[in-house]
C-alpha cells in the first residue's frame, strides 16, 4: 500500500492537536497563575492632617480590608495645598490598585474652582471607589441671637445695612458659599469673618465673637449640648435622620441652598476595571455593617453613602453644579 502522507507531517499535524488540547483546557501554558489581587500591602494616601474625620474613616477602612484581605493596609497621610500634595502623588502612582486616595468634596470638586491650574482632575485622572460618607451642614447661631428661624434670619440681615457677620474658616469654605448663596437669593447682607479652621471658628461662637455660622452636627454638638448654639435649619434636601424636627433650606424655598461635606476613596484613572470593581465591592460591604456604621459614621455625625464606583463620578458632578452657583454668588476668582 502507498503511503500518501509522509510521516513527518503525520506528526507535526499530531503535535498540532496536542498544542490544541493543551491550550483549550489550559493545563499547559507556561508560567505562573496571575495573583489575585490583592496580593501584597495597599496604601492608601490621606490627603488631610492626622486625627480628622478623613483620616480617621481611611483608617477604620482600611483595618477592616486587612483583616479581610490578609493584606496589610498602611494609611499615609500627605497634606498640604488644600489637599493637592496627596493627590498629585496617587495620580502619579502605578494604576495597579495597590494605591488608593481619600479625599473630600473640597479637594476634588471645590478646588476646580478656588485654583488656577490645578494639577489633576477628579475625572480625567481618577476613578472612584466609593462615596464612603457625607455630612450635611446645619446652620447654626448663638444661643442668645434673635432669630429662631432661617426666614428670621433672613429679615434681619436685610435690615442690617452693616450685613450680619458669620464666622468662616476662609474662602470657599462650607459658611462662605452658603451665605454668598443665601445672600444672592435674597438680597440679604451677611459678611464673613475669617478664622484659621473650624476649631477657632467655634469657639468664636462660644466666645459670642459672631453669632452665625455653618457646620456639620457632630462638629456643633458640644455646643449645642452645652446650649451656647441653635440651629435654624439644615442646609440639605431632606430632613436629617438626627434632626428630623429642624426643616430644611430645601422645603423653606431654597432649591439647590445645600452644604455638605463627603468623604471619598479613589484610584489613579488606569487601574483595571476587575480591581476597581472588587475595592468598590469590598468597601461598600465594610460601611454597610450597621456596628462598623454606628461606630464609625454616625456617631461622628456623618451618614453612610457607601456608593458604586460610578456613584463617585455622578455625586461630585451634581456637586459641580451647585457649587459653581455658589462660587459666582461669593465672587470667588481662581488664584
Same mark, same amino acid.
Given at each position: ?6 510521516? $513527518?507531517? %503525520? ?5 498540532? %492537536? ?6 483549550? /483546557? ?13 496580593? %501584597?500591602?495597599?496604601?492608601?494616601? =490621606? ?22 484581605? %490578609? ?13 493637592? =500634595?496627596?493627590?498629585?502623588? !496617587? ?18 470638586? /471645590? ?26 451642614? !446645619? ?41 454668598? $448663596? ?15 479652621? =473650624? ?19 457632630? /462638629? ?16 440639605? $434636601? ?10 430644611? /433650606? ?18 489613579? $484613572? ?26 464609625? =459614621? ?38
Amino acid at each position: 500500500m502507498i503511503e500518501t502522507t509522509p510521516s $513527518r507531517w %503525520r506528526t507535526g499535524i499530531s503535535r498540532m %492537536r496536542q498544542w490544541a488540547a493543551c491550550l483549550a /483546557t489550559t493545563s499547559c501554558i507556561a508560567g505562573p497563575a496571575l495573583a489575585e489581587f490583592p496580593d %501584597r500591602p495597599i496604601r492608601i494616601i =490621606v490627603s488631610s492632617s492626622p486625627g480628622g474625620y478623613l483620616d480617621i474613616i481611611s483608617r477604620a477602612i482600611g483595618k477592616e480590608l486587612q483583616e479581610r484581605w %490578609r493584606q496589610p493596609v498602611i494609611v499615609e497621610n500627605k497634606p498640604g495645598a488644600s489637599g493637592v =500634595v496627596g493627590a498629585v502623588a !496617587v495620580k502619579n502612582s502605578q494604576p495597579d490598585g495597590y494605591t488608593w486616595l481619600a479625599a473630600t468634596e473640597a479637594h476634588l470638586v /471645590t478646588n476646580k474652582f478656588t485654583m488656577k491650574n490645578l494639577p489633576y482632575d477628579y475625572k480625567r485622572d481618577f476613578v472612584g471607589i466609593s462615596v464612603l460618607t457625607r455630612a450635611d451642614q !446645619v446652620v447654626v447661631a448663638t444661643k442668645s441671637f434673635p432669630a429662631n428661624t432661617l426666614a428670621e434670619l433672613i429679615e434681619m440681615a436685610k435690615q442690617d445695612p452693616k450685613g450680619l457677620s458669620y464666622g468662616s474658616w476662609g474662602i470657599g469654605s462650607h459658611p462662605h458659599l452658603f451665605y454668598s $448663596r443665601l445672600g444672592g437669593m435674597t438680597n440679604a447682607n451677611f459678611v464673613m469673618i475669617p478664622y484659621k479652621g =473650624v476649631a477657632p471658628t467655634m469657639q468664636a461662637m462660644s466666645a459670642g465673637e459672631v453669632p452665625l455660622s455653618v457646620m456639620s452636627p457632630g /462638629t456643633a454638638k458640644p455646643l449645642l449640648e452645652a446650649g451656647r448654639l441653635k440651629i435654624l435649619a439644615a442646609a440639605a $434636601r431632606k430632613r436629617l435622620p438626627d434632626l428630623p424636627d429642624v426643616p430644611t /433650606t430645601e422645603e423653606l424655598g431654597f432649591p439647590g441652598l445645600t452644604s455638605a461635606i463627603y468623604m471619598v476613596l479613589l484610584l489613579p $484613572r488606569e487601574t483595571p476595571p476587575d480591581v476597581v470593581a472588587k475595592a468598590s465591592k469590598a468597601v461598600q460591604s465594610v460601611l454597610k455593617q450597621p456596628d462598623f456604621a454606628a461606630r464609625t =459614621v454616625t456617631d461622628h455625625g456623618f451618614q453612610v453613602v457607601a456608593s458604586d464606583s460610578a456613584g463617585v463620578i455622578t455625586e461630585m458632578d451634581e456637586l459641580g453644579k451647585l457649587m459653581a452657583e455658589s462660587v459666582k454668588a461669593a465672587q470667588i476668582m481662581a488664584q
